[in-house]
């Protein structure tokens, strides 16, 4: 019961802070964390009522308010739309990398903005870092969205590194 009336709480916070951040466009106001960020946002783009439920059952929103205040900018937009990619095609991204090459991992350059003459580095770098988690033995126990952040991870890293 404790922890249903502390959700609670917590979604009203988030609805009533969404509305205010509708309302308050001025420069700094910065995404709602619960609504615009972490693994609800990530999941749940077009509906904000389960983003918040989601990031509220997740991990009481901490996830989602550490991503807000740490970087903003990872709350919206291509990062977020490429991680919800890379957890539903990660089997064939993971193929994909394996080859160098395949419409999955295009479709990821293309979406994070990677221009033809960088995708042979950023590529290049994926694979080498996927082969040194994938030797990992945690890697091997991992479950997919543990695989999915983890192919994020290196992915972002590659692309900010050209």
């Given at each position: 019961?404790?922890?249903?009336?502390?959700?609670?709480?917590?979604?009203?916070?988030?609805?009533?802070?969404?509305?205010?951040?509708?309302?308050?466009?001025?420069?700094?106001?910065?995404?709602?964390?619960?609504?615009?960020?972490?693994?609800?946002?990530?999941?749940?783009?077009?509906?904000?009522?389960?983003?918040?439920?989601?990031?509220?059952?997740?991990?009481?929103?901490?996830?989602?308010?550490?991503?807000?205040?740490?970087?903003?900018?990872?709350?919206?937009?291509?990062?977020?739309?490429?991680?919800?990619?890379?957890?539903?095609?990660?089997?064939?991204?993971?193929?994909?990398?394996?080859?160098?090459?395949?419409?999955?991992?295009?479709?990821?350059?293309?979406?994070?903005d990677?221009?033809?003459?960088?995708?042979?580095?950023?590529?290049?770098?994926?694979?080498a870092?996927?082969?040194?988690n994938?030797?990992?033995?945690?890697?091997?126990?991992?479950?997919?969205?543990?695989?999915?952040?983890?192919?994020?991870?290196?992915?972002?890293?590659?692309?900010?590194?050209?």
């Open positions: 019961m404790k922890f249903f009336a502390i959700a609670t709480l917590s979604i009203s916070m988030a609805l009533s802070a969404s509305v205010s951040a509708e309302i308050d466009k001025t420069p700094g106001s910065g995404p709602n964390p619960f609504s615009d960020c972490g693994i609800g946002a990530a999941l749940f783009t077009q509906h904000k009522a389960l983003a918040v439920t989601s990031n509220i059952i997740w991990d009481i929103g901490t996830t989602a308010v550490t991503s807000a205040t740490a970087s903003p900018e990872t709350c919206s937009g291509k990062k977020v739309d490429a991680a919800v990619f890379i957890l539903n095609s990660y089997d064939n991204l993971i193929e994909d990398t394996a080859r160098g090459k395949g419409e999955h991992l295009t479709a990821l350059m293309n979406m994070l990677v221009t033809p003459s960088q995708q042979v580095a950023v590529i290049d770098n994926v694979r870092q996927m082969a040194a994938i030797a990992n033995d945690a890697y091997i126990s991992a479950d997919k969205r543990e695989k999915s952040e983890l192919y994020y991870t290196t992915i972002i890293s590659a692309v900010e590194s050209v």
